[in-house]
């Protein structure tokens, strides 16, 4: 089955949650296991995290959530317009954070890439940053 | 979400429920805090059992709780029911600083211990 959503919410914390549950339904018809439904869910909540509280912070703009699914191959896409990201390597390093202070685990590239088969980030300071996932369902 | 607050004795355990993400964290950390601070209790036990989702916003609720807790001097379990929250856990690295138990009561017992 090939199917594709793509849809753009403003950077408010309650987009999470809507975009978690946009990717569940999203891929529902393929009947996946609670597992795998479980995984796309928390990489999406990673990523589209990332995107309010690293890449707007408090600033206006639009997180864009691009879901694809060709056959049983999901690709997910986070974009979004804001800061960017200096070092994607130190970013994708397991338990860096930049806010410390937040108590932030530092975890959210390495739950993506343990929770989908392949992440690639693109991204450049103040030219925002694309996140793309896939997973075989 | 925080469902409420159970006096065990010297540990006050803290029953969370529905889904601990970036927005419900923060409150979730602040209502513990100050719980956690007015009961002078040296140990806290977190009930998971009735969390439906948790992302790494989670485990840094579950370490920050962790720190504040041994720092006091206390110690920190964790209640959690089948195996939904295990691979997040194992992954952030919470389940090689915390006890997990099935239940709250066993949790308060792995504190008192």
């Known amino acids: 089955m090939n199917n594709y959503l793509k849809t753009q919410f403003p950077p408010l914390d309650i987009n999470e949650s809507l975009a978690r549950g946009m990717a569940a339904f999203f891929i529902l018809p393929l009947d996946p296991s609670v ?10 909540s990673e990523a589209v995290t990332n995107a309010i509280i690293h890449g707007y912070r408090d600033r206006s703009g639009a997180v864009e959530l691009e879901l ?5 191959e999901l690709t997910v896409t986070v974009r979004d317009s804001g800061a960017g990201i200096e070092d994607i390597e130190r970013a994708r390093t397991p338990m860096f954070t930049t806010r ?5 685990s530092g975890m ?3 739950i993506m890439e343990s929770f989908m088969d392949s992440l690639e980030v693109e991204s450049a300071p103040g030219c925002g940053t694309a996140v793309t996932m ?3 369902l | 979400m925080l469902k409420e607050f ?21 409150a979730l950390r602040e209502r513990i805090d100050i719980e956690y601070e007015l009961s002078r209790k040296p140990h806290l036990v977190l009930d998971l059992t009735d969390v439906t989702f948790m992302d790494s916003a989670g485990i840094g609720l ?8 041994t720092s006091a001097g206390g110690k920190l379990a964790l209640a959690v029911a089948g195996h939904k929250l ?6 952030g690295g919470v389940t090689r600083l915390v006890k997990l138990c099935p239940d709250y009561r066993r949790a308060v017992e792995e504190c008192l211990r």
């Open chain 1, 100 to 104: 410390p202070e937040e108590e932030r």
């Open chain 1, 134 to 136: 896939k997973k075989r």
């Open chain 2, 6 to 26: 159970i006096d065990c004795g010297r540990a006050l355990v803290a029953v969370l429920e529905g889904e601990i993400d970036q927005r419900s964290a923060s």
């Open chain 2, 62 to 69: 579950i370490i920050g709780r962790w720190k504040n807790v």
């Open chain 1, 35 to 44: 597992e795998d439904a479980e995984d796309v869910k928390t990489a999406v």
């Open chain 2, 86 to 91: 295990i691979k997040i856990l194992e992954l």
């Open chain 1, 108 to 110: 959210g590239f390495t």
């Open chain 1, 68 to 72: 694809n699914l060709e056959g049983r």
